[in-house]
């Protein structure tokens, strides 16, 4: 039983009807994406020019040691022009691309970073991300050459037959013709648009061209956004590593959090116990000879309490790692957590087979806490737990027919367990309208 979520977010619709594409020619997005092809040609020229010039300069100079850092001031520069160009695509096409980072100098062979001009420059020439944007400041000048074309010719035709009715009296009182000529030749033939179906047709004409202008304008400006992500990006590997220094740093913090979890509870629970059972038998030891009922019942208190710690002890035990799930797998683990859940839980589980160990307990870690959370906050009367593959992937959803308004903020339990899956590249999706129902859906790969 999975929730679909399609690209316009659960139960929104796509914008497709004839209002909206009436609109569209006044909405202030079409106008940006229209200024953004207006300036690309400009920057463009000045990138086209900038980069040629500066890297055949520095290619022809190579024959000497100034080519090397004349090259490296050049592709500096064109990191300079991406980083405008990363703005610009930002504040009008609302595509927001990271800075790929300052190139790193490399370590020597003693271990440290390189340090220095020199190393700075050998960075710079290394690094594929220069060159990356010496390529886009060469192959966007074509393109921006194009989309400016397309988008002056679309723009002005559409505006300019829509509001023919309203300046053709240039025509008449300034030259000696009674409207726009659309052709003619040597011998006076021509056709002008100035009968009153000719402007009405005109004004269609125009209409027609208007409403095309969004869309082509959007296509242009989508491949403007295809060359800024994939060019002046930064590249799918350092991407990665950051992602995954990300991850790293998570499970680190979630790794620590769970210890001093650990150690509280100890501190609190079975030690505080344990001492204080210490206690008791040390003075119904002093009690044996003088007191032997009064001792004995000294230690019967002391059993009760001796049981007490190994339950507490248990259920530790079972919060780090449950042995029915080690033993027995997911579906039977997830029957005994829905088993001590305080709202009825129905429980289905269709898998093939065990995925990787870690994956079964980050699933079940994820169930207890949605549970919890249901126990807790929903006010539900039912809830469902659903676990089935798809593909390479282990997909988990929690349902409750609560009060709803779970989300994912900053300060909230979920934003942190969203934290822990995408650590493992998994998804948390979570679908809680006021009112309820509530469903979280949880991905997780199987290996």
């Known amino acids: 039983m999975a929730t679909a979520y399609g690209p316009y977010g659960p139960g929104a619709a796509p914008h497709g009807s004839l209002g909206a594409a009436l609109r569209a020619p006044f909405q202030g997005r079409v106008w940006r994406e229209l200024l953004y092809l207006l300036i690309s040609l400009p920057m463009a020229i000045v990138s086209f020019v900038y980069t040629v010039t500066m890297i055949s300069l520095g290619v022809g100079l190579l024959i000497t040691f100034l080519g090397i850092p004349v090259l490296g001031v050049a592709l500096a520069g064109c990191r300079a022009l ?20 300052p190139p790193r100098p490399r370590n020597g062979k003693d271990g440290r970073r390189g340090t220095g001009p020199l190393a700075w420059v050998g960075a710079v020439l290394k690094s594929g991300t220069s060159w990356r944007h010496a390529l886009y400041a060469v192959l966007h000048l074509p393109w921006a050459v194009f989309a400016f074309v397309v988008g002056t010719v679309l723009f002005s035709y559409g505006w300019g037959f829509v509001t023919y009715p309203l300046w053709r009296w240039v025509f008449p009182a300034f030259t000696d013709q009674p409207g726009l000529q659309l052709w003619g030749d040597h011998d006076g033939n ?87 059972l210490a206690m008791d038998l040390g003075l119904a030891k002093e009690k044996l000879e003088e007191d032997p009922e009064a001792a004995a019942r000294m230690v019967d208190e002391a059993h009760g309490e001796v049981k007490l710690a190994l339950q507490e002890l248990r259920d530790l035990a079972r919060g780090i790692h449950p042995a029915i799930l080690t033993d027995r797998g997911l ?93 493992v590249d998994g998804i948390l999706v979570v679908h809680s309208p006021a009112g309820g129902p509530t469903a979280v859906t949880a991905e997780l790969p199987w290996r």
């Open 82 to 101: 991406g980083y405008v160009e990363r703005a610009r695509a930002r504040g009008l096409l609302g595509l927001v691309v990271a800075d790929p980072g």
């Open 190 to 276: 021509a056709f002008y648009l100035d009968t009153p179906l000719e402007i009405a047709a005109t004004c269609v004409v125009g209409a027609v061209v208007l409403l095309l202008t969004p869309p082509t304008v959007h296509g242009l400006t989508s491949v403007d956004r295809l060359m800024v992500a994939g060019l002046l990006g930064p590249s799918r590997l350092a991407s990665r590593v950051w992602e995954l220094e990300e991850d790293r740093g998570t499970v680190v913090d979630t790794a620590a959090a769970d210890l001093r979890r650990i150690e509280r509870d100890l501190h609190d629970g079975a030690q505080a116990r344990l001492v204080s």
């Open 331 to 423: 579906g039977p683990a997830l029957s005994a957590l829905a088993a001590r859940c305080t709202v009825p839980v129905t429980v289905t589980v269709d898998l093939p087979h065990r995925p990787a160990p870690a994956i079964e307990g980050i699933a079940y870690f994820t169930v207890s806490e949605l549970l919890q959370n249901i126990s807790k906050h929903s006010a539900a009367r039912t809830a469902e737990v659903d676990v089935w593959r798809a593909a390479d992937r282990v997909m988990l959803q929690v349902t409750d027919d609560g009060r709803g308004g779970a989300h994912t903020s900053a300060d909230s339990g979920l934003a942190g367990l969203a934290e822990r899956l995408d650590a």
